[in-house]
């Protein structure tokens, strides 16, 4: 079984570049989770997704920032125009389907690691 | 609103010592509670989790947390480490019905021969 797809695993943007961050869920889970985590930080929250739904952005930046999950391929994390403070890991997870408030486990891909120049 | 605090950035123990890394949450609702474990370069791995029932998890690798409500608290623990598990680990905190984690800024856990 294949767990959660991230590529690129390494990217490397100059500032004001856009960078296009990819993930592709357990197959299956119709949830996907984006965390941001930066050096010697915790993973921050960012947005979380259904099929074609932002469910919860509340931890995305409110400029550069985008994400989607559309109902065929991977999910995007779109960051425009990034500056350096953008350099960070980027994890995606994802879990089925939930049913009464139960939570699931989310699974974590291995990361993209973004560094800005 | 949740946070979960993790004091200890660092733990560093002796090989078949034993090992507790601390986590304590805060939250006006009842939570879910989670330990994942971050090798370098690598993703999260669940070591395990606390939905409901009895305060004793445990989870893969040996180890196990006691999820103590009334001190907010949710300690991982260890009877014999391994070399092996030296690696970070990040306690975390979800809201019933909610479905965003929040994590701890994590422990470094250095197991030395």
């Known amino acids: 079984n294949a767990g959660v797809m991230q590529n690129p695993r390494h990217l490397v943007r100059r500032r004001g570049q856009e960078a296009r961050l990819r993930c592709s869920p357990v197959?299956?889970?119709?949830?996907v989770y984006w965390y941001r985590q930066l050096p010697e930080e915790g993973l921050k929250f960012m947005v979380y997704?259904?099929?074609?739904?932002?469910?919860?952005e509340s931890g995305m930046p409110k400029e550069r920032f985008s994400a989607e999950f559309p109902k065929e391929g991977p999910s995007i994390l779109r960051i425009q125009q990034v500056v350096r403070g953008d350099s960070a890991a980027y994890f995606c997870a994802s879990s089925p389907s939930i049913f009464g408030g139960t939570a699931d486990t989310q699974y974590f891909g291995p990361g993209t690691r973004l560094t800005v120049l | 609103a949740q946070s979960v605090t993790q004091l200890d950035s660092q733990v560093p123990v002796f090989e078949e010592a034993p090992v507790e890394l601390r986590c304590n949450y805060s939250?006006?609702?009842?939570?879910?509670l989670f330990w994942y474990v971050q090798y370098p370069n690598q993703g999260l791995q669940l070591l395990l989790k606390?939905?409901?029932?009895?305060?004793l998890v445990k989870g893969i690798n040996g180890f196990e947390a006691e999820f103590n409500k009334s001190q907010t608290s949710f300690h991982l623990r260890k009877p014999s480490v391994h070399i092996s598990d030296t690696a970070e680990y990040f306690c975390?905190?979800?809201?019933?019905?909610?479905?965003?984690?929040?994590f701890g800024t994590g422990t470094r856990l250095l197991v030395s021969p």
């Open positions: 939250s006006s609702v009842s939570v879910y």
């Open positions: 975390a905190v979800s809201e019933l019905g909610f479905q965003k984690l929040v």
């Open positions: 197959k299956g889970h119709s949830h």
């Open positions: 606390y939905l409901s029932g009895s305060t």
């Open positions: 997704l259904q099929k074609e739904n932002i469910i919860d």
